[in-house]
Nanobody, 120 residues
Framework: QLQLVESGGGLVQAGGSLRLSCAAS????????MGWFRQAPGKEREFVAG????????RYTDSVKGRFTISRDNPKNTVSLQMNSLKPEDTAVYYC?????????????WGQGTQVTVSS
């Protein structure tokens, strides 16, 4: 069983930056597609970013392109999301996810989430 634990969330002013981290345990992430989802109050969970097991393919939702960067360190079993130029609409609980395929990320393993709040 793969366990995922997020950290790095917090309160930041608009235009600021945060770096989220996801530490995995129980299994190596080297064969998994890793990603981040988020859920804002009153809204459904949405895909934010995903990265293939070898980093060869990376995807972002349009609203974060150019501002967020996903990365992974397979030997350390960690995944990160660098978030720059944050906007109030980025406020959400951010979840780390893992799956065998990019298209099934939402059906894979989920962390407990970390809150990101961006003030205007």
């Amino acid at each position: 069983q793969l366990q995922l634990v997020e950290s790095g969330g917090g309160l930041v002013q608009a235009g600021g930056s945060l770096r989220l981290s996801c530490a995995a345990s129980g299994r190596t992430i080297s064969t998994y597609v890793m990603g981040w989802f988020r859920q804002a109050p009153g809204k459904e969970r949405e895909f934010v970013a995903g990265i293939m097991w070898n980093g060869a393919s990376i995807r972002y939702t349009d609203s974060v392109k150019g501002r967020f960067t996903i990365s992974r360190d397979n030997p350390k079993n960690t995944v990160s999301l660098q978030m720059n130029s944050l906007k109030p609409e980025d406020t959400a609980v951010y979840y780390c996810v893992a799956s065998e395929r990019m298209v099934t990320l939402s059906q894979g393993y989920w962390g407990q989430g970390t809150q990101v709040t961006v003030s205007s």
